[in-house]
């Protein structure tokens, strides 16, 4: 029975060594996975069992060989892990490499921990049961630490991955890297007196503790530097939003006024029309009418949907683009109540259209135009489209079209990609066939306006 638990617990060390801190990875970039999440789980354990084997079969030589041979081949498994992590994840390097190298200071202080209970309190007990009260340790530090951890990575870094800046990213990834690399140093130790001294067990506290505070304070910079440029630019299309209304009140204004003048206008009109029905000359009648029709004041309101931010926006756009010389449609299905915010709508259809007639503009082709389409999808989603002309080549970089302004991603697409992720949507940029196009979906709630609405 006993030789038994012993073989058990060096089957199970390369599974603790594994799983617990890979599953989590994948987990958190489960929406960016190239297969699905189930398969995932199957080849992390089909791997883990190669290394289990793997492992096994070095113990069978004995302790020198477990020695020489176990740290070389972690550092190998940590490779191909961190390789197959890249190739499941559709995501940049600067992130995957944050959060391998997060989850890989957890690993290390969760193994010192075990190191240090084993040397300090079980040495003589290893020595005829390996593995036994090191996987047990292990077991215990890693229940104790996973709930605050976990919710860590599930929020703090959860909500700081959908902050796309490329140039932040580079710089921030780093910030683990180093502490990182000083457990990678220790695991050489093979003085097992050093595992049992509170230096090294301090060691791992500042390593993993250090590691994350610093991360903690840096995501959050970030966070207030993102959410302070998303009020500048809600407050620049909230600027421009009042002017858009301002306009439209105002040419409203001077609509009504015509139509009161040519009713004031009408009985002379009428007198004139009476005029020439009795003398019956026709012709003059004809010219007259004709006339007349002319000088009656033009539709000049165009309402695009009932929501008055929504269809201010596209006015606005409108306005630009015909102005720019561009054709422009639309087909806009608004729902009524909708939870999406109006500062969030403004922001994200101002920066789509922006795009779009921005591009239109530099584009050199004969027939320049730009469709737009609102639509909701099932009961709870909302699809926004926009296509435009664009026959300049466009640079991507994992499927973000990079700024033609300055280096990297603009600004207008961060913005539309963070407000997507905001409402459980996402965001996607496709240039085919000489036409540039940018879907949107949103999820939203029904709101209490709609649901009191539908009760009778």
């Known amino acids: 029975m006993t030789k038994a638990i012993d ?3 060096v089957i199970l060390f390369p599974f603790l060594d594994s799983l617990p801190f890979t599953l989590p990875r994948y987990w958190m970039f489960r929406d960016r996975l190239r297969i699905s999440f189930r398969y995932v789980v199957g080849l992390q354990i089909l791997i883990t069992a190669v290394y289990s084997a793997f492992f096994y079969y070095i113990n069978l030589g004995g302790y020198d060989a477990a020695a020489q041979w176990t740290t070389i081949t972690r550092y190998c498994f940590l490779l191909i892990f961190l390789v197959l992590a890249f190739f499941l994840i559709k995501e940049s390097f600067a992130k995957l490499m944050f959060t391998y190298l997060l989850l890989l200071a957890w690993s290390f202080f969760v193994i010192g921990n075990a190191n240090f ?23 215990v530090v890693y229940l104790i630490t996973c709930p605050f951890l976990l919710r860590f990575f599930y929020h703090t870094i959860a909500d700081a991955l959908k902050i796309e800046n490329i140039t932040l990213w580079r710089y921030l990834w780093k910030i683990p890297l180093f502490s990182t690399l000083f457990g990678l140093l220790y695991c050489t130790v093979t003085d097992v007196y050093a595992y049992a001294s509170w230096q090294f067990l301090i060691s791992r506290y500042l390593m993993l503790f250090g590691t994350v505070y610093v991360s903690y304070v840096a995501l959050r910079v970030l966070e207030i530097s993102r959410s302070r440029a998303q009020l500048e630019e809600a407050l620049k299309y909230a600027d421009r939003n009042l002017q858009i209304q301002k306009k439209q009140f105002d040419t409203l204004t001077g609509h009504m006024e015509d139509m009161r003048r040519a009713r004031h206008d009408l009985r002379q009109h009428l007198t004139a029309v009476q005029a020439y029905l009795d003398s019956g000359d026709k012709t003059s009648l004809a010219e007259y009418i004709d006339l007349y029709r002319k000088s009656l004041p033009s539709d000049v309101v165009e309402y695009f949907c009932a929501d008055s931010v929504v269809d201010a926006v596209i006015s606005y756009y409108a306005d630009q683009a015909r102005n720019a010389g561009l054709e422009f449609k639309s087909k806009v299905i608004y729902p009524k109540y909708i939870s999406v915010t109006s500062t969030d709508i403004t ?20 027939r320049k135009w730009i469709k737009l389409r609102i639509k909701p999808h099932g009961q709870s989603q909302l699809l926004i489209l926009v296509d435009n002309t664009c026959s300049a080549p466009v640079t991507f970089e994992a499927g973000i079209p990079l700024s033609s302004k300055r280096s990297g991603r603009g600004i207008g697409v961060a913005s539309i990609q963070e407000i997507a992720a905001r409402y459980d949507g996402m965001a996607r940029f496709e240039h085919q066939d000489s036409i540039f196009c940018t879907s949107v979906r949103l999820t939203y709630r029904q709101n209490e306006a709609e649901n009191s609405a539908g009760v009778k």
């Open 117 to 139: 209970i084993e040397s300090r309190y079980f040495w003589n007990f290893s020595g005829r049961h390996p593995y036994l009260a090191y996987n047990m340790a292990r077991i």
């Open 7 to 9: 073989v058990f617990m």
């Open 347 to 366: 922001v994200l259809l101002g920066n789509m259209l922006e795009n779009a007639v921005e591009a239109c503009k530099r584009d050199t082709a004969d």
